[in-house]
């Protein structure tokens, strides 16, 4: 049984008088990879926006229930959510680097928070490149713009850019929703080697994505969690019936 890193207690959340996620709970482990999956505007990318408090720019939202990452209480009104970024990264569905160079990318957030030392951050964009399984790609283009690259390529620098500020969690909101089927193996095979490092959460509409990534896996429908269980089980033997209707294809 994984440590948890994050821990969820009858959340609900609601954008003005709608209720859009009732009374989740959840426990996320240290080192696991978590998938959310469930029909369109179930809630998943809503819940998942909670755990670095990425809802906070939509003023029609409110947050109410038990939300942990560790030690810190998310939305606890004196939380610095500046550091709690920094500890909880996020790459998006689209790959949507700034139009800088790569190398400008990845070194972004680390100058960002005051480092300034040319030979560490050299070190940073490095480490992070080989990370997300790019750096041999683009170590001869560095310094060329980051828009050049193929989309799979720019989807790989955003995770470089969020691993630089070395996070302990790492949110994926659809990763490879935009991607072709290459690169999409390829993004799944660093989720992978990622795991030994980070505690993923990834949203996918992409039920085999889900199954051949994640540890865990958390069914969403209509704002509740219907099942939160080993990825295998809800695969192979889920509990409750619309799981099963789900996962088998009979709806959504
Ligand atoms: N900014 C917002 N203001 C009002 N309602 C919103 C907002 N964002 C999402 N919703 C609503 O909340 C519900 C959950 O949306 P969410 O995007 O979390 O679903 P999802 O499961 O991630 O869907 P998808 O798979 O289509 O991305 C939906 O009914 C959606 O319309």
């Known amino acids: 049984m994984a440590k948890t890193k994050i821990l969820a207690e009858n959340v609900n959340l609601y954008y003005g ?7 989740i709970a959840i426990t996320i482990g240290e080192r ?40 810190t209480d998310i939305y606890h009104p004196d939380t610095d959510v500046v550091a709690l970024r920094k500890r909880v990264g996020m790459v998006f569905q689209a790959p949507n680097p700034f139009p800088k160079t790569v190398y400008e990318n990845v070194a972004y957030a680390p100058k960002l928070h005051g480092l300034k030392d040319k030979r560490k951050l050299d070190e940073i964009v490095e480490t992070s490149l080989r990370q ?20 799979g390529q720019q989807q790989r620098l955003c995770i470089a850019r969020a691993l630089a500020i070395q996070p302990e969690v790492l949110l994926m909101d659809e990763p490879t929703s935009a991607l072709d089927p290459i ?22 509409h992409n039920m085999q994505q889900a199954a051949r990534v994640s540890d865990k896996t958390a069914f969403f429908l209509v704002g509740d969690l219907v099942e939160f269980d080993d990825t295998e089980v809800i695969f192979t033997n889920p509990k409750d019936q619309r799981t099963e209707d789900y996962i088998t294809g009979r709806f959504g």
């Open 17 to 23: 008088d709608f209720q859009a996620l009732k009374n």
């Open 32 to 71: 696991d990879v978590t998938a959310l999956i469930g029909p369109s505007g179930c809630g998943k990318s809503t819940f998942l926006r909670c755990l670095n408090r990425m809802n906070d720019i939509i003023p029609s939202c409110r947050v109410e229930g038990k939300l942990m990452f560790e030690e």
């Open 132 to 151: 997300s399984a790019l750096w041999d790609e683009v170590k001869d283009r560095l310094h060329k713009p980051a828009l050049g690259l193929s989309g």
């Open 183 to 204: 690169s999409t193996l390829k993004i799944e095979e660093l989720i992978r080697e990622l795991k030994q490092h980070y505690t993923i959460v990834i949203v996918t």
